[in-house]
Structures are given as C-alpha cells and as structure tokens.
C-alpha cells in the first residue's frame, strides 16, 4: 500500500462518494489513508515525545528599530557632550 498527500483526498472522497478530483487519486495505486486509521478502537495515548535542547546562547533574532534609535540616541548625547 502506498500513502502519499493524495491519500488524504481519498479519505475525503471516500465517506461521501465524491468524484475524484485528480488522476493521481483516482489511480489504484494511492491507497485510502482510512486503511491506515484505526476509527472503531482509535488510541488516544499521547506518545512520549523528546524534549528539546536549549541552546547555551540565546541571542535575539533580530534586535530590531528599537536597538537601531537607543544606538543614534548615544551617538547624538556623544556628539552634543563634546
């Protein structure tokens, strides 16, 4: 059985008998992704998932307009001191 993202519109075509609405899907090679999916006993676990690194410098991605005026707003005192 193959799955692929057009499996996902034979699950939607499936329940209601809509045409379909790409060769690929109408293909017998692309299976329905409802084969896949348990519906009469679904299994509602979360699985245990792995919890992220945090980096050792966490530096912001952009310092943005903010940085760019307290910067000019130095630069002015500077200039005005001397």
């Known amino acids: ?3 692929d993202h057009t499996s996902v519109l034979k699950l939607m075509e499936w329940p209601w008998g809509l045409a379909p609405l790409t060769p690929r899907d109408a293909s017998s090679d692309i299976s329905n992704l409802a084969k896949a999916l348990n519906f009469t ?3 509602a676990t979360v699985p245990s998932l792995p919890v992220p690194q ?3 410098i966490a530096l912001p991605a952009n310092p943005g307009r903010r940085h760019f005026q307290q910067r000019r707003l130095r630069f002015y005192f500077r ?3 001397t």
């Open 54 to 56: 945090t980096p050792l």
């Open 79 to 81: 200039v005005a001191a």
């Open 41 to 43: 006993n679904p299994d």
């Open 1 to 3: 059985m193959v799955f």
